[in-house]
Nanobody, 115 residues
Framework: QLQLVESGGGLVQPGGSLRLSCAASGNIRTVNEMGWYRQASGKERELVARIITEGNTNYADSVKGRFTISRDNAKNTMYLQMNSLKPEDTAVYYC?????????WGQGTQVIVTS
């Protein structure tokens, strides 16, 4: 089992930046896949960015060129660097990690981009 804790959310003005962190309670070298999802109020949860393997990433079209996903195996932590934030980026952001049988989620961290 893994426990995941997101941090780094907050309130930021349009054009600003935030870096989200996802700290795992165990060794993320054993994780098959990891990524960030978000859910805006009244909307469905959607994929933001994903790491399939180190160096192999996917991004939603809406965040390409603005967001960067990364991982630090030594720290058992995944990150999402968010630049040029827009009001439509406002959502609760969730960390996800997958092993063969199990799917782990964090509690979410709120990102609010003012308008």
């Amino acid at each position: 089992q893994l426990q995941l804790v997101e941090s780094g959310g907050g309130l930021v003005q349009p054009g600003g930046s935030l870096r989200l962190s996802c700290a795992a309670s165990g060794n993320i070298r054993t994780v098959n896949e990891m990524g960030w999802y978000r859910q805006a109020s009244g909307k469905e949860r959607e994929l933001v960015a994903r790491i399939i393997t180190e160096g192999n990433t996917n991004y939603a079209d809406s965040v390409k060129g603005r967001f960067t996903i990364s991982r630090d195996n030594a720290k058992n932590t995944m990150y999402l660097q968010m630049n040029s934030l827009k009001p439509e980026d406002t959502a609760v952001y969730y960390c996800n990690m997958r092993r063969v049988l199990n799917d782990y989620w964090g509690q979410g961290t709120q990102v609010i981009v003012t308008s």
